[in-house]
């Protein structure tokens, strides 16, 4: 499959840039973690039945997953597209279209692993992960980044120009971030609002991350066959949008 042509040379480049990213995806969620668990937390001692710091932290290694791979596959895509010119140069190789569609969101979705599992790792040395089952994120990691890497290359493939990115993270991710249950139950507000989030990615992999945290898969199958039910319902479409926007 030539998508990991696409995935191998995407890998290359980050091993040589990644450091200018660690800022964005991994130290903010840290500094989310040690500002809220220590402020609010010192005025919330449990939520849930478990200690504040402990029900906010799950929700950070998804939310650091998704901001991954938005960014990748947001601004990444867009200038590889537009200003490298680096599409082209794939596309004149025996690399087709979908080929390098499908590299772009298996890059983004992997992202999604790299920065979510980097996150889960901190925690579980502060001590902030009760069960080994957390482990089992990392492919549901993978399954949730490809729903963001599809709608962040659809939005790539959509979008005017690089500044109508801040309507796709303003409009969409920052209210998905707030409202997914991160910082505080959904159940104290609005019911309206609680199915609003419902139909966000996000709000389900806060829920299985927070589960496999405490140890409990089973309260969460739901969510899982969510995820996986969405992220082939979108499949077909950055396909599309892309090829409308690159064959004119």
Not at 46 to 51: A, I, K, Q, R
Request: contains cysteine.
């Amino acid at each position: 499959m030539k998508a990991i042509r696409v995935w191998q040379r995407h890998f290359k480049v980050y091993t040589k840039l990644y450091k200018s990213s660690i800022a964005l995806n991994f130290v903010e969620p840290i500094l989310y973690l040690l500002a809220m668990g220590f402020g609010l937390g010192a005025f919330i001692k449990e939520v849930n039945g478990m200690p504040y710091m402990k029900f906010i932290a799950p929700g950070l290694i998804a939310s650091s997953s998704m901001f991954a791979t938005a960014s990748e596959c947001t601004y990444g895509t867009y200038i590889r597209m537009t200003y490298q010119k680096t599409f082209d140069a794939i596309l004149s190789t025996p690399v087709n279209l979908n080929d390098l569609v499908a590299g772009e969101m298996l890059w983004g979705a992997t992202k999604s692993i790299f920065y979510g599992t980097a996150i889960t790792i901190v925690l579980s040395i502060f001590g902030l992960i009760d069960s080994p089952l957390i482990i089992l994120v990392v492919p549901l990691l993978f399954i949730s980044g490809l729903i963001f890497a599809e709608t962040a290359v659809i939005a790539a493939a959509i979008v005017p120009g690089i500044d109508s990115f801040s309507y796709f993270f303003t409009l969409l991710l920052t209210p998905s971030f707030l409202f997914s249950g991160i910082f505080f139950p959904l159940d104290t507000l609005p019911p309206l609002v609680t199915s609003i989030a419902f139909f966000t990615p996000l709000y389900h992999i806060v829920n299985i991350c927070r589960a496999l945290a405490a140890g409990s898969l089973g309260t969460v199958i739901w969510d899982i066959v969510w995820i996986m039910t969405v992220a082939a319902l979108l499949l077909p479409y950055p396909f599309r949008l892309m090829r409308k926007r690159i064959i004119k």
